[in-house]
């Protein structure tokens, strides 16, 4: 089956966040979603449930758990056992939920920055004490600081938030940098919750690593993940767990259970939609991350000789740009992009810690999602081009 990735269509009609946030006129390059149709396999796959015409509280079915599995095994060459998969109701949600389940309030939860928004606030909810782990910065790349992120654990850490691939760097984490995580892990006696959201989206030779397989942290890691940023399913409120010990998996699942919200009973609509996703969907992901990828390398090349930078991401459809050269402050940038550009991409200070830790440092950032139809990338590069001209 061909796809038609590079049809336009209005998003705003059905009150689409991305594209009501945009002033009009303007294209939107903000909220990670993507502007292309649902996979028609996935419409088959959730056509087909309303057409049996049930309703209800269901449960994942085995053959649900399996499609998760076959789908990982297949795109990533890890075996996920079964015992240690759960269905969760979406990552963010689960991420909290584990965070809350291996912390008590007072405790300290470490997160990275820079790293989307949401999962920062998390490190802070209900009385936890948030601690910033900040990357290095180093010729256009974004490193793990061991040796800060070993004062985090030696101060008291509980839980180690990462985010990989991390959003909004693109930083895919290697074998050898989990390695040391689980070094630090293991002699702080810290629990590490990873949000692999974006895990099945890494260019080239880069391979997303969980730290469920790394031997040395798996009995002390959860991973998160789901079908969102794969097949543009965000907000659909289904997604999996893996948790390899079995005292940290039941203490989660209990805390689903009492923030009212059993695990494995995601809607009957949404299982469907996610096992069509894993079982038929590989070739419109596979056709949808060709054309990402051919985005992200024209965007790049038309961005390259303006006074502005674009990173190389490893991983993820969205491209994180340095724009300290231009000198804007966060107020100029915004009017920059809303009147000169028309182009709204995420401004860095979104990424900035705020209201959490009065940090500002990342205001000479944009990021930009390229998970959108080629003519609008092409149209948006152009009007930033024109800008400089
Ligand atoms: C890193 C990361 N985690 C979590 C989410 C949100 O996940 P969910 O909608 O399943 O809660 C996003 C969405 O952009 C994300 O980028």
Same mark, same amino acid.
């Given at each position: ?7 336009? =269509? ?8 991305? &594209? ?14 993507? #502007? ?14 309303? #057409? ?120 895919? &984490? ?25 895990? #099945? ?23 998160? =993940? ?57 070739? &419109? ?55 000169? &550009? ?48």
């Amino acid at each position: 089956m061909s796809y038609n990735f590079d049809e336009i =269509f209005n998003r705003a009609a059905t009150n689409a966040s991305k &594209w009501t946030y945009a002033p009009a006129g303007t294209i939107a390059m903000t909220v990670a979603d993507m #502007d292309f149709r649902l996979a028609p396999e996935i419409a088959e796959g959730i056509k087909e449930a309303v #057409d049996r015409g049930e309703s209800g509280y269901v449960s994942l079915m085995e053959s649900d758990y399996q499609a998760v599995i076959d789908w990982v095994k297949d795109i990533n060459g890890t075996t996920i056992n079964r015992e240690h998969l759960i269905a969760t109701p979406g990552v963010l949600y689960a991420a909290r939920t584990a965070m809350y389940a291996l912390t008590n309030p007072g405790d300290k939860v470490v997160v990275q920055r820079p790293l989307h928004t949401p999962s920062i606030a998390t490190a802070s909810m209900m009385g936890r004490i948030p601690m910033m782990n900040q990357f290095i910065y180093e010729n256009g790349k974004y490193m793990v600081d061991f040796n800060d992120l070993e004062q985090c654990f030696k101060n008291g850490a509980k839980v180690f938030m990462l985010c990989a691939p991390n959003n909004p760097t693109g930083r895919v &984490w290697t074998k050898e940098e989990l390695q040391n995580i689980a070094y630090l892990a293991n002699k702080y006696n810290v629990y590490v919750v990873s949000d692999e959201i974006h895990r #099945d989206i890494v260019w080239g030779n880069n391979r997303h690593i969980s730290p469920t397989e790394i031997p040395e942290l798996a009995d002390r890691s959860v991973a998160v =993940f789901s079908t969102s940023k794969s097949f543009n399913m965000g907000a659909y409120h289904i997604g999996s767990a893996v948790i390899p010990n079995e005292d940290i998996r039941k203490k989660v699942v209990s805390r689903f259970y009492e923030h009212g919200h059993p695990c494995d009973r995601p809607s009957l609509l949404c299982i469907a939609a996610q096992t069509a996703a894993y079982t038929r969907g590989k070739a &419109w992901f596979q056709a949808m991350k060709s054309y990402v990828g051919e985005n992200i390398r024209l965007a790049r090349e038309y961005l390259a000789d303006l006074p502005i930078r674009p990173n190389d991401p490893e991983g993820t459809f969205l491209l994180w740009i340095d724009i300290a050269d231009l000198g804007f402050d966060a107020e100029k940038l915004r009017h920059v992009m809303e009147h000169d &550009w028309k182009v709204m991409c995420d401004p860095g200070s979104y990424y900035d810690t705020k209201d959490y830790m009065d940090y500002t440092g990342l205001e000479h950032h944009v990021r930009m999602n390229l998970a959108t139809p080629r003519p609008l990338v092409e149209e948006a590069c152009d009007r930033i081009r024109k800008y400089f001209k």
